[in-house]
């Protein structure tokens, strides 16, 4: 559950950012098939790569973070 929350806010902001996911995954370095099953819900990413993304959207962690 917790996984699929930050899966649908990191998508929704790299869509709102105009990347692909082609283009997203190459950026953070990781494969579309790793960026895909995180936005899918199936994948929690590691702290890392969380501040990758969010550095690559020029938001924040706190931005990225499921809301309750």
Known sequence: MEA?????RIRAYRKLKGFTQESFSKELGVSVSILGEI?????????ELLEKIALSLKITKEDLAPKE
């Open 39 to 47: 936005e899918r819900g199936n994948r929690l990413p590691a702290e």
């Open 4 to 8: 699929e929350k930050w899966g649908r």
